[in-house]
């Protein structure tokens, strides 16, 4: 049973609110002892959506058995003696009320907005017009991605040279010169870091290209590596003396 223990001052109930054509509708919403009815039926009206006038409320306590009516408009919400826990249901009367049909609830039974590709096509800024522009340029990229793809920008790079990697200057040995398919389509330069400045060991997707230590390896596009009189850097050489 709901306690009937009030707080001094404490004016207001907790209550579980539900409504005859929403079946999935179920609030708690707390009501003030000293509104009327008619107020009472307002906040409710904004909740759900049934009209004041087609609104009939009926309280029931907390095991289930009805209170009472709730239908004078002029008397507070309190002359009916509700606790926190009682159940407040709403009785929609209104067979042409917004929450009748089952609508609000089954997304199923909204008609949905439907346009034929005539009228789409027409229209500008839609996905499809952005595909349009965006293809001719996919097109181009994917016939420079084939397995020759900058081949000839390893033509003066091999295995066991000094380079350095762009972005950043990073500097290492080169390990690895060829296709590698789990990567992508073309060519592809492995590089051993000087310094722990890569994302694995040589390892990459389950493929073993080269060893090297743990996060040193890296995989590069030949066209980020340059071959040539790369010594390893002195770590102290920028400390001033």
Same mark, same amino acid.
């Given at each position: 049973?709901?306690?009937?223990?009030?707080?001094?001052?404490? @004016?207001?109930?907790?209550?579980?609110?539900?409504?005859?054509?929403?079946?999935?509708?179920?609030?708690?919403?707390?009501?003030?002892?000293?509104?009327?009815?008619? %107020?009472? +039926?307002?906040?409710?009206? &904004?909740?759900? $959506?049934?009209?004041?006038? =087609?609104? #009939?409320?009926?309280?029931?306590?907390?095991?289930?058995? +009805?209170?009472?009516?709730?239908?004078?408009?002029?008397?507070?919400?309190?002359?009916?003696?509700?606790?926190?826990?009682?159940?407040?249901?709403?009785?929609?009367?209104?067979? =042409?009320?917004?929450?009748?049909?089952?609508?609000?609830?089954?997304?199923?039974?909204?008609?949905?907005?439907?346009?034929?590709?005539? %009228?789409?096509?027409?229209?500008?800024?839609?996905? #499809?017009?952005?595909?349009? +522009?965006? $293809?001719?340029?996919?097109?181009?990229?994917?016939?420079?991605?084939? !397995? @020759?793809?900058?081949?000839?920008?390893?033509?003066?790079?091999?295995?066991?040279?000094?380079?350095?990697?762009?972005?950043?200057?990073?500097? $290492?040995?080169?390990?690895?010169?060829?296709?590698?398919?789990?990567?992508?389509?073309?060519?592809?330069?492995?590089?051993?870091? @000087?310094?722990?400045?890569?994302?694995?060991?040589?390892?990459? &997707?389950?493929?073993?290209?080269?060893?090297?230590?743990?996060?040193?390896?890296?995989?590069?596009?030949?066209? +980020?590596?340059?071959?040539? !009189?790369?010594?390893?850097?002195?770590?102290?050489?920028?400390?001033?003396?």
């Amino acid at each position: 049973m709901a306690s009937k223990l009030q707080l001094p001052g404490d @004016d207001s109930v907790l209550l579980r609110v539900t409504h005859s054509n929403l079946k999935t509708f179920s609030a708690d919403i707390r009501f003030s002892l000293e509104s009327t009815v008619e %107020a009472v +039926k307002d906040k409710l009206w &904004k909740k759900c $959506g049934t009209a004041v006038a =087609s609104m #009939r409320l009926e309280l029931y306590d907390d095991t289930g058995a +009805k209170v009472s009516d709730v239908n004078d408009y002029t008397r507070p919400f309190g002359f009916y003696s509700p606790l926190d826990g009682y159940r407040l249901h709403i009785i929609d009367l209104d067979p =042409s009320s917004v929450t009748s049909g089952g609508w609000l609830e089954d997304t199923s039974l909204v008609e949905k907005y439907k346009i034929s590709d005539e %009228a789409y096509d027409k229209l500008d800024g839609t996905y #499809r017009k952005f595909k349009e +522009k965006l $293809g001719p340029r996919s097109n181009a990229q994917g016939s420079k991605m084939g !397995d @020759d793809y900058m081949e000839e920008f390893c033509a003066n790079i091999k295995v066991g040279d000094r380079c350095q990697v762009e972005p950043g200057e990073k500097r $290492g040995v080169v390990k690895f010169v060829g296709r590698a398919e789990a990567l992508g389509p073309g060519f592809w330069v492995g590089i051993q870091y @000087d310094e722990p400045l890569g994302k694995h060991d040589g390892l990459v &997707k389950g493929t073993r290209f080269f060893e090297c230590p743990p996060l040193h390896g890296a995989m590069v596009r030949p066209d +980020k590596v340059k071959v040539g !009189d790369y010594p390893e850097r002195d770590p102290f050489e920028d400390e001033e003396i």
